[in-house]
């Protein structure tokens, strides 16, 4: 048995902290990838992990958000899972304000284990110019992706069944977008103040909606009702 005293203790505990520490970042229920500097929220008693929810405060004043994940920038990868201490934990979803109001974030990849882009979860990412969505994706929520001005084009996946409220909006650049067929839920204007916007379609086989005779907007098909439209958008007979 080797007997250290208490100097010798503490210099080896903090090397093997130190040791730790290289492989993987873990503060609580936390997990930073040090690749990108995304900070991932999980439940030691679960499966699952979340990209870490940021804040939201409103004040009399302005409001103030607060990141999920501060440090991150440049091009993201969302991991499809987290190990940790020999655990794996799915990546299932982007949390709340996870990137709101991050400049420096450039690109992102969600991969097919997210199912949910939480509320503004990429809210005003000025400078964020190419997202991909996986197919597993599910529901973006509400303002997800609006104020980010330099998304030219998004391609919604196969699968997607929910698109809410201000999810695009003010996507000044976005110039068309392809409503999947598994869509069955879209809230109201969705992509508000995308003013470069023309062309808008419908998958065919979609039950809830279409975008007949080439119309340019998504219409309810059961109500015969018109619920977005782009600058070009022309009515149909039918919805006269």
């Not at 940021?54 to 999920?68: I, L, N, R, S, V």
């Not at 529901?139 to 695009?168: H, N, Q």
């Not at 069955?184 to 995308?194: A, L, R």
Request: net charge negative; hydrophobic share 40%.
């Amino acid at each position: 048995m080797i007997h250290l005293n208490k100097e010798q203790y503490m210099k080896y505990f903090f090397l093997l902290i130190s040791i730790m520490a290289q492989s993987f970042t873990v503060f609580g229920d936390e997990y930073i990838d040090p690749d990108t500097n995304v900070i991932y929220s999980f439940d030691p008693l679960g499966s699952t992990a979340e990209v870490k929810s940021g804040e939201f405060w409103a004040f009399e004043t302005d409001p103030e958000y607060y990141p999920g994940s501060p440090n991150a920038q440049g091009d993201v990868v969302i991991l499809s899972k987290i190990c940790v201490n020999g655990k794996d934990y799915i990546v299932n979803k982007i949390g709340n304000y996870a990137f709101v109001k991050m400049d420096k974030l450039m690109s992102v990849f969600i991969p097919s284990t997210v199912h949910t882009i939480g509320v503004e979860a990429f809210d005003g990412c000025i400078n964020l110019w190419s997202l991909v969505m996986s197919e597993g994706l599910k529901l973006i929520d509400v303002g997800a992706f609006s104020g980010c001005i330099s998304l030219t084009r998004v391609s919604l996946p196969s699968g997607l069944e929910s698109i809410k409220f201000k999810a695009f909006n003010n996507c000044i650049q976005l110039t068309s977008i392809v409503i999947p067929s598994s869509v069955t839920d879209i809230t109201p204007t969705p992509f508000q103040g995308c003013n470069m916007l023309s062309s808008i379609k419908v998958d065919e086989g979609n039950a809830v909606y279409d975008s007949r005779g080439n119309c340019n907007a998504i219409i309810k098909t059961a109500e015969n009702k018109m619920v977005v439209g782009c600058k070009d958008t022309h009515i149909p007979l039918s919805n006269r």
